[in-house]
């Protein structure tokens, strides 16, 4: 599967931004999605997964509160809705797919996106 992400940008703090990653393929229904973001210098960041039916989700500490992961799968995209946005949100945002397993640890998704910038100016 391939996944391509877009949304992200320049939004002052307090501010909302909704990141998508469209997928290709026909499978994109049996695969379990995530995103993680990874700012200059750190690596590379859980941040939220959502299983295949779209039943469970799971978030980062972090974020938890703020962000809302959701997928179409009618229209093979998953969703990251960022409110209350924060200077330290600022990353490259990533999806992800994965066959098995929604998990925090990016060793467990087998498809990745190119990634999105966001930026949140103080």
């Known amino acids: 599967v391939q996944l391509q992400a877009s949304g992200g940008g320049l939004v002052q703090a307090g501010g909302s931004l909704r990141l998508s990653c469209a997928a290709s393929g026909r499978t994109f229904s049996s695969y379990n999605l995530g995103w993680f973001r990874q700012a200059p210098g750190k690596e590379r960041e859980f941040v939220a997964s959502i299983r295949r039916s779209g039943g469970s989700t799971y978030y980062a500490d972090s974020v938890k509160g703020r962000f809302t992961i959701s997928r179409d799968n009618a229209k093979n995209t998953v969703y990251l809705q960022m409110n209350s946005l924060k200077p330290e949100d600022t990353a490259v945002y990533y999806c992800?797919?994965?066959?098995?397993?929604?998990?925090?640890?990016?060793?467990?998704?087998?498809?990745w996106g190119q990634g999105t910038q966001v930026t949140v100016s103080s």
């Open positions: 992800a797919a994965a066959s098995l397993g929604a998990g925090i640890r990016t060793s467990q998704y087998d498809y």
